[in-house]
């Protein structure tokens, strides 16, 4: 992911936070990050944090465009300049949101609490993809070395887990991590932080578990699943 910009879910839609920088350069890299992403992205609402950056309504609308031409709809705007707030108000975009406000562009989960909401993501996550949600994260792909997955509730890899995963991230014991091929370069339950297991010829589902306050990893017991299929 490029480092000057941000991607997390939150209850809302998704939050895009952007860098300093000329806006140009910027938004070249925002283009490229969602172009990446375009398959998990296509269809979602987005919030777009802008920080200081001012921007006139050419510039904005025109940035809505070719947001909607890839399909995606830009429902917000926050930011740290006056400009840039009237300018989207004048468009009808909102500029306050209820979970995220312009400086929480962090990995923290500050104000999250609803581990129901869920995220599925159809993609494999290659070495820095970064997917961030408060609630529960499924990933019907691999998670490979260099890629991240934090989730506020548990998180579901329908295929190889070789990436770093830290379920129940606000300290909740409960979450669970399962994959197909669970070999993680790190494995995270809230505050309980797993030893990398040792590489098997034969990979099988398996379910990390906090139990008797020890992380430990268990066969996951899937209906219909046999992992000696072919």
């Known amino acids: 992911m ?86 989207a108000q004048m468009l009808g975009l909102a500029t306050k949101i209820h979970q995220a406000e312009p400086e929480q562009n962090s990995r923290a989960y500050d104000g999250f609490s609803d581990g129901d909401e869920a995220l599925l993501v159809k993609r494999t996550l290659r070495s820095g993809n970064s997917i961030e949600f408060p609630g529960h994260i499924t990933v019907i792909g691999d998670v490979n070395p260099g890629a991240e997955v934090v989730a506020g509730g548990s998180v579901v890899v329908w295929g190889r887990c070789r990436g770093m995963v830290h379920a129940g991230a606000e300290g909740d014991e409960s979450a669970v991590v399962c994959a197909l091929d669970l070999s993680p370069t790190q494995l995270r339950i809230a505050e309980k932080i797993a030893v990398s297991p040792q590489r098997r010829e034969i990979s099988r589902p398996e379910m990390a578990v906090i139990r008797d306050d020890q992380l430990i990893a268990q066969p996951w017991e899937i209906q219909g699943f046999n992992s000696n299929d072919g």
């Open 2 to 87: 490029n480092q000057s910009v941000h991607l997390k879910g939150i209850r809302e839609g998704l939050l895009l936070s952007v860098g300093e920088g000329p806006w140009a350069e910027v938004e070249q890299s925002m283009l490229q990050e969602i172009d990446d992403q375009i398959d998990f992205l296509r269809g979602a609402k987005l919030i777009l944090d802008v920080e200081n950056h001012d921007l006139n309504a050419s510039t904005l609308g025109k940035l809505r465009d070719i947001l909607s031409d890839r399909e995606l709809s830009l429902w917000a705007v926050l930011s740290n300049s006056p400009v840039t707030e009237q300018t």
